[in-house]
């Protein structure tokens, strides 16, 4: 059944929707644009743009309502407002200028700033008293380099002398044409001539002369019908010398000539009746106009030749759509490529190398979301289309007229065996006769009439003829019942070719499946892995491949296609590519890592230069047979979509048509051929020891020693989905030869030696088909303070002096050595008088006294205890003579032998004397002066008072590597021969033993002596 045709319908909708005021594009369909955005996700400061600024160095800055942004095509550097004075002075950024000497100046919410690259440094200025909005939406610099802004309330200009901005000057006149001058944003711009500005405001269309110091508007210039008292907005300059605005009254744009003030165009077309007030008016380098409304339309107008509307609409699910429906920015650059600064981030796209456009049948592939196109063929008698979908349903389309006619294939009559057509294989054409065959069999369409199953006399009804193709004669091939068929229409004969009886492949029956037919128009079928059949006499004689590579064991057979050479391309989802020369039966298998974009592929198809285009969901691969490689590209098209497959053909036009999902995709391989980029890249930031340089306008970095460890960021304005290319670059100097960047483009350098350095940047195509210029700066690393010339002679010197002082030194000492050697030897004398006391000390005859006096009692009252102690004594006199000569005896030894002494005295004294001695083991192997203790023992005996009552209690423990002897102090009276000098000589003793003092501590109830440890 054959449904409505529909551009008749249409046209009367249309019409009806004019004559009630609607828009007439808003039905109209996508235009054929893919733009490729720049957003917040790649590093945008925010999605909401407001200007471009191209600067003189080829960066771009991009205002925007969060921040301005400094892009070099990779990187991006943000720039807000902080607490400190060197920042924006606020973060929504209207409009931005550049002057003669590089500042990048912008205009904001709270009034205008200028930024200065060489110092990185802010300045902020008011156009407005204190406390009173200073919103800005505009400024420029003129041909003359007079800085100039428009505020909520006037136009204000920069005064170097008071570096201020002070409102432009005005005749009486003028001043009293208007109290306050509401501009536009988008609403200003400079004479070319440089003699004025011209201002869309609330109050009209103005033009201010700065000689005259006049405003001239509708109310004093009433025969010049450019000047209207009516609201205007949406002011731009053009690449070709005229400017336009658009009347919001009058729902027109005017296009005049700036110098003369002549109207040049006045457009009304009847969509403007329904549209709101014009935001922005851009004309491109194709005299395009792009037009953003206060609705949120973003429209295309082609003023000159078919004063054509077309909507251009943001679409969440089409990701190749512009980004956000209104947009204040928008650039032309020299190659094509047109940038859209829209609500929802930069959209960039460039006509003249777009090498694919799409095509929307949004409103016929229908019912499920699920929906898809699952077959794409050309009526090439009239360069229609025909396209099948998942929903049974098929789709003729034309072009050149937009008229679609939509057939319900589930309505169709049934075949005999009962079935409508599903999944269609392909359609072919005969004069006015449309052959279709798909998995249900073969139906045909004559004239107007509808489908109806085809019947063909000698092929049994059973026979389902899945494919079919045409040779030149009008004979048809056809596949049914894995067997190949042959039906000559003029004769009306009908021929069979099967493969003989018994045969199996892999204990199979072969297939006769995905029909083609060779440059010679020789009909071949896959007949199973790695084989291919074509009619031989009455059968289908077998080929079998050799195989140049492994063939693959995965996947399955999508579709086969033949090409001029004599090849046959056959699509293997899962294995890749195969490529079978029917002469030679040479089999090559290309897979992903021979360069295919992936092995999931669906389909195969050769253009008019012998490429072959190869589809795999929204990615595609090219084969170049003369360089025998691939070029792969992706599409921003389905990319979270996986339920579908890919249908490719051949236009006659040499166009490839492509499905991908349920949007079609129309490539033009002529423009795959690369264009050369005439852009120089940009080295957009020297980061030196961390901290990033700024560069000036010289292009010289001057760097300490200490900043030898550089990074560098440089980048390319150029869509690299458009052009790929690789950044390159080198450092002269040190590198010999050109290093390829990574996909940051960056480089970084480490521990540079001093010395004069050029860091150079370029890009490549990735085909090598194009070459940038290049891009570089000069960088000079200091040599350390001690690589210097004046270091050198400072150290000269330096070398000097110190042989100079050393030889005064030299001849110091030898004096003082001189001097030395006396004192050494009265030194030596010293000692030995010490020794010699000490001696004296050790043998004191008091001690001796008192010994013999004990003796000699205990001889009487305790014979036994007079030998023990008897013994005591002649112990103690044997380790004094044994150490005599020694000046130093371990502390275990000293020890021992105090204990001797310490019984003796007990024996005298009993309780009144108490010797505690608490030394650890660890500390026994240290050294101290023989007799030491007995000393100081004896020293506490000789100055203390000892009775039961008040004992005498003595304390040796060690203490940070001191042996300390205390006592409690019982002075007294009278000492016996005491010279008062036994301590002072112990002291003197042990200078000569250690460099650590004797301490000697006394309060009024203790006596404390401190020996070190050696």
Known sequence: MELLSLPNYMGRSIALWVLLGLHFYTKAQQPDLSFHHITQANGLSYNIVNCFLKDSRGLLWIGTYNGLNRYDGAHFTIFRKQKHANSLPDNTVHDLAEDAQGNIWGATEAGIFKYTPSTGKFASYLTLPQNTTQVCFNILVDKNGIIRASNAFNVVQYDAAKDAFVPIPLQPASQQLFTRIYTRKNGMVASPDGRGLYLTTQQGFLYYNIAAATLTAAQNNSGNALFTANSSAALCATPYGHFWYYDNEQKALVAFDPLTQKLLYKKQPPGFAGIGPMATVFEDNNHVLWLSTWNYEVLRYDYLHSDSITLVQHNKAIRSSIAGDFFWAAMHEEDGTIWLGTVGGISRFNTQKAFYKMHYFDQWVLAKNDASFDFVGEQKADGSWWLGTTQQQLLHYKPATGETTVFDLKLLRKNKMGLTPFKINNLVFANDAVYLFCNAGAWVKRGN???????????????????????????????????????????????????????????????????CLSANEEPWVLAGDDYFAHPSGDTLALVKATATKQSGAIGYYTAMTADAQGNLWVSKKGDGLYRFHAQSGAYQLYRQYDGLVMDHIMDATPDAAGRIWVSAYNQFSVFNNAVNSFSNFTLPINENRYGYENYSTTLANGHVLSTIGDKVVEFFPDKLQPTAVKKKPVISAVIAGGKEKLLPTNSVIDLSADENDLHFQFGLLVDGEESPFDMQYRLAGTDKSWSTASANFAATYNKLAP?????????????????????????????????????????????????????????????????????????????????????????????????????????????????????????????????????????????????????????????????????????????????????????????????AASPLIIHMYVEDYYLVVSNNLQKKRVVETSNQKGLAQFVSLYKFLTDKPVRITTSDTMFTISIPLI
């Open 449 to 515: 009439n509808s489908f109806v199953p085809l019947t063909i006399a000698g092929m049994p009804d059973t026979v389902l003829a899945d494919q079919g193709l045409m040779t030149n004669d009008g004979s048809l091939w056809m596949t049914g019942n894995e067997k190949l068929w042959y039906w000559q229409g003029e004769s009306n004969s009908v021929k069979c070719f099967a493969h003989g009886k018994g045969l199996t492949l892999d204990k199979k029956p072969p297939l006769a499946d995905f029909l």
């Open 755 to 947: 010395g004069n350095y050029s860091f150079i940047v370029r890009a490549m195509a990735r085909d090598s088909s194009w070459q940038s210029e290049e891009t570089g700066v000069a960088i000079t690393l200091a040599a350390p303070f001690y690589r210097t010339a004046w270091f050198s002679l400072l150290m000269l010197g330096l070398v000097a002096g110190i042989i100079y002082f050393i030889y005064r030194y030299r001849l110091q000492k030898h004096r003082q050595v001189m001097a030395l050697e006396g004192k050494a030897q009265l030194l030596e004398k010293e000692k030995a008088m010490a020794m010699f006391e000490n001696l004296k000390q050790q043998l004191n005859p008091h001690f001796l006294f008192n010994s013999i006096s004990s003796l000699s009692g205990l001889i009487e009252a305790d014979q036994p205890m007079a030998m023990e102690f008897l013994e005591q004594m002649s112990g103690i006199y044997r380790y004094i003579l044994r150490h005599a000569d020694s000046d130093k005896v371990s502390l275990r030894e000293e020890l021992e032998f105090v204990a001797l002494y310490i019984n003796l005295q007990q024996t005298r004294f009993e309780e009144g004397l108490q010797v505690r001695i608490n030394v650890p083991e660890d500390y026994m192997h240290y050294k101290i002066a023989p007799v030491t203790l007995q000393n100081l023992i004896e020293n506490a005996i000789k100055h203390n008072v000892i009775d």
